[in-house]
């Protein structure tokens, strides 16, 4: 079984930066691919960023510039550094795991292709 926590979201300032984590059990296999979504006010979980286990990373248009995701893959938590944040990035932040052979990577920010899923971290942009 696998579990996820997200932490490091909270209240910033436009132009402010955050680093977010998502600590995973269930060993390597297990979180093979990893991803962050956020849900808006109102709005769907669209994806944020997704990452394999052999370090190739996937951004969406507006993400791409100013996050970065990453992983230790000695502790198995994924990272999210959220620089320039702005109103629209407002959301609460999932992180989502799938294992190596379930596939992932032709669709990788899709919500639908992920089975494990964190409670979320809430990220609020504002003056």
């Known amino acids: 079984e696998v579990g996820l926590v997200e932490s490091g979201g909270g209240s910033v300032q436009p132009g402010g930066s955050l680093k977010l984590s998502c600590a995973a059990t269930?060993?390597?296999?297990?979180?093979?691919?990893m991803a962050w979504f956020r849900q808006g006010p109102g709005g769907d979980r669209e994806g944020v960023a997704a990452f394999r286990g052999n370090g190739v990373s996937s951004y969406a248009d507006s993400a791409k510039g100013r996050f970065t995701v990453s992983k230790d893959f000695d502790k198995n938590v994924l990272y999210l550094e959220m620089n320039n944040l702005n109103a629209e990035d407002t959301a609460m932040y999932y992180c989502?795991?799938?294992?190596?052979?379930?596939?992932?990577?032709?669709?990788?920010?899709?919500?639908?292709?992920?089975?494990?899923w964190g409670q979320g971290t809430q990220v609020t942009v504002s003056s």
């Open positions: 269930g060993g390597a296999y297990s979180t093979y691919y």
């Open positions: 989502a795991s799938n294992p190596g052979n379930i596939p992932t990577w032709d669709a990788p920010l899709r919500k639908e292709k992920y089975e494990y």
